[in-house]
Each structure stands twice: as structure tokens, then as C-alpha cells.
């Protein structure tokens, strides 16, 4: 007997999941494009909500983006930790070429007082916010023209306490933003879809989660969900577990990320991987049939004799990274991507399988350690970290138009 037939078995079985599991991609794509968006009947006033934390090159466009927004009425609250970072020179001038709104505010939040600074200013934001229906997105997130039109229509159904919206990763110039653009667009996205076809929505995305203020106040508001590194998972998990409909919806937007460095890239994806062990343990297991060209390609070093079985999983993969990214993201791949598409599924093995050592990560510069349940906690705190170990009261508020300055809060 071949001493090596039991892990022929064994990756025969889980090459047989991943095949199963490209067809299950293959038919949540579908029926997520079944489903469209509702007219907009009524048509609340929304507060748009946008941490900022340093300028880049897209920093002004995707805040424009913001601005240009049809619909009726809407508010803009960008949240920044002081003054003189740099987006908010950006902000204040994005806000000068719309004179005739919507309406914009700065809020300096201060220094963050728990290790997720996003929580942190999303709090500030949120307490300033005029209006019940929030929608807070990311400052790397380009949205469409009609996308607040969109939610509002979601939000129709008074059972739906939280939308979240699917986004399609937009590659900056390093090879390793291209290798992540893809591996967000077709392995990620597919997960998200089939997720949601098997068990429903569960859970939020990111980039863009919308949520009724009283939503958030049930779940513990950003103060509690700032322990937590995945807060947008968090929420939309308590959001649903309390009864509130979780709903993918139908506007796909815009996600800029970056051109990162090798290291830099791979301590972000690290971190994204150990995080999703802790937020989904028993579904952190099952991607292993999320990336079955791997597997393949280890069943023929073994036997040989199953290189057809390579030749039919590359065709099965190929299959479900077009229906996630050219049919639901309508984000063509390239020549290219197709030939990256191999080098990202061995690269997601890899640090799928790292994830489950280690508990330290680098996220801002700095190092985090997590523990079991998600919560995180600085390795070493830094003297500015010590000294917004505790809320800061009166945070500044600044409104570009008209120009004021006035405490936070009131």
C-alpha cells in the first residue's frame, strides 16, 4: 500500500468541498443579482459619516464623491483627531466647491481612549449627527452618485436595522495592492455571497455600513464595539442576534487600497486573517475550500496520476472568480489578473494557514495583541495612547460653512 495513500484521501476530500464550494459561489452570485433594490418611496435625511486620518491621492476624490450625492437631504460630518492633520485642510477644501451644500462639519474627535481609533471617531460622529439614519464609510471608499438613494430605499423595510454594502477593490500600483485587489474581488466577495445564501447576513462589511442610530444604541454604541478589531463584524453579528434584518445591499462601491509595500501588505492581510479566526472560528476553518487551486496542485505532487483534476479545478475557479467579479462587481479581470489569480490563491493559502499562529499585530505603526473572543489591546502602550487612556471631554467641533468653532456635543 502507498505509504502516502491516506493524504491522497485527505486532499481528495477537501478538493472535493472546494469544487463544491465554487459551485455554491457560483449560485449566491446569482441570486444575489436577483435581487433588486426597491423604488425609493420615503426618502429620510442621512447622516454621512467619514473618519479621516491623513491625505493620500485619492483622499479628495473620494471625498468629492461624497458631496455630489442625489439626493434630497444628507448631511457630511468628516471626524479628524486634531486640526492639523492633513485631511482636514482636504476636507475644508473639497467643501469650498460646494458653497450650496450639503451640509459639512469637522469634528475633531481628540485622541482615541480604546485601540480602535475608527470606533473612537465613529462615536464622536455619531453624537454630533443630526439625523437617525447613519451611514458611515471608510475615507478609502469612492461611493457612487445614487448610493445614499439606494440605502434610503432599504431601509424601507422597517425590519432592516443594518445595510452593508459589497464593494469592488481598487488596486494601487504595487504588485502585492494588485495580488489583495484580486484576492478581495473574487475569494473574499465569495465567501461574503455564499455566507449570506447558506445563513443569511450576520454580520456587516467595513467599508460602508448603514445603521439606524436606535440599532447602534442596542448593541452598545461604538464606546463598546471600540474594544473589538472587527466592530463592523461585531455590529452587524449583535445587530442580527437581537432581531434586526442585516442586509447586503444592492449598491456596490468603490474600495481604494493602496499601494502598499511587501511588508506592510502582508502584517495588513495577517491581521485581517487572525481577526477572522477569532470573529468566525468555525468559518475560519472552512476556508480551506476557499481556495481549492492549492489543494489541486498539492494532489498532483503527491500522485500525478490527478493532474486532470487540476485542469477541472482551474476551470471551476476560473468560473466562480468571474461570476463574483465581472457579474456582481462588473470589474473585469484583465490577462493579467487571470495569470495573478494562481500566485493570490497559493499567497491566501499561505497566510490562511499563518493565521492560525500568533496572536500579535501591527495596525497605524503600532502593536496589538488579540484576544480570543476579538478584543485587542496595545502590546506597549505609547505615551500618547496612556494619555487618552480615559474620554476626553469637549472635543472641538469646526463647520467649514459657515466657519465656527464649538464644543463637541452641544
Known amino acids: 500500500m502507498n505509504p502516502l495513500f491516506p493524504l491522497v484521501i485527505l486532499l481528495l476530500v477537501l478538493l472535493s468541498g472546494a469544487l463544491v464550494y465554487c459551485i455554491l459561489a457560483i449560485a449566491a452570485a446569482r441570486q444575489y443579482l436577483s435581487v433588486r433594490s426597491p423604488a425609493p418611496v420615503h426618502t429620510p435625511p442621512i447622516s454621512l459619516l467619514r473618519p479621516l486620518h491623513g491625505s493620500d491621492e485619492d483622499t479628495e476624490e473620494n471625498l468629492r464623491r461624497c458631496f455630489t450625492q442625489e439626493y434630497s437631504e444628507f448631511e457630511i460630518l468628516a471626524g479628524v483627531r486634531q486640526l492639523d492633520d492633513p485631511a482636514a485642510a482636504v476636507f475644508e477644501r473639497v467643501c469650498a466647491e460646494f458653497p450650496a451644500g450639503p451640509a459639512a462639519r469637522l469634528i475633531v474627535t481628540g485622541a482615541p481612549y480604546n485601540p480602535n481609533a475608527k470606533a473612537h471617531s465613529l462615536e464622536r460622529l455619531i453624537a454630533n449627527a443630526r439625523y437617525d439614519v447613519l451611514v458611515m464609510a471608510d475615507s478609502d471608499v469612492r461611493p457612487r452618485p445614487g448610493m445614499l ?19 469592488r477593490a481598487v488596486a494601487g500600483h504595487s504588485i502585492w495592492s494588485r495580488l489583495e485587489c484580486i484576492g478581495m474581488n473574487t475569494e473574499f466577495l465569495a465567501g461574503v455571497l455564499v455566507a449570506r445564501m447558506v445563513d443569511g447576513m450576520k454580520f456587516a462589511l467595513g467599508p460602508v455600513i448603514a445603521a439606524r442610530r436606535d440599532v447602534i444604541d442596542r448593541v452598545g454604541g461604538f464606546q463598546q464595539l471600540g474594544e473589538f478589531l472587527a466592530e463592523d463584524f461585531v455590529l452587524g453579528h449583535r445587530a442580527a442576534e437581537q432581531g434586526d434584518r442585516v442586509l447586503l445591499s444592492s449598491c456596490v462601491i468603490e474600495h481604494r487600497i493602496g499601494s502598499q509595500p511587501f511588508g506592510v501588505n ?42 486532470p483534476l487540476l485542469v477541472l479545478t ?5 468560473l466562480a472568480a468571474w461570476s463574483t467579479a465581472s457579474q456582481v462587481l462588473s470589474s473585469s479581470l484583465s490577462a493579467v489578473d487571470w495569470l495573478l489569480l494562481p500566485i493570490q490563491d497559493f499567497l ?12 500579535e499585530i501591527w495596525w497605524g505603526g503600532k502593536q496589538y495583541r488579540l484576544q480570543d473572543d476579538g478584543r485587542f489591546e496595545l502590546v506597549t502602550p505609547t505615551h500618547a495612547f496612556a494619555e487618552a487612556a480615559q474620554p476626553k471631554a469637549n472635543p472641538a467641533v469646526f463647520a467649514p460653512r459657515p466657519h465656527s468653532v464649538r464644543p463637541f456635543g452641544d
Do not use: I
Not at 277 to 288: D, E, K, N, T
Not at 314 to 318: E, Q, T, W
Open 314 to 318: 482551474a476551470a471551476f475557479r476560473a
Open 149 to 167: 438613494r439606494v440605502l434610503a430605499a432599504e431601509f424601507q423595510d422597517p425590519s432592516v436595522g443594518v445595510v452593508t454594502c459589497p464593494y
Open 266 to 307: 502582508m502584517r495588513h492581510r495577517l491581521r485581517w486573517a487572525r481577526s477572522t479566526r477569532r470573529s468566525r472560528p468555525a468559518g475560519y476553518w472552512g476556508q480551506v475550500f476557499t481556495n481549492p487551486l492549492p489543494l489541486a496542485f498539492l494532489l498532483c505532487m503527491v500522485d500525478h496520476r490527478a493532474w
Open 348 to 359: 491566501s493559502f499561505c497566510l490562511w494557514t499563518a493565521g492560525f499562529f500568533g496572536d
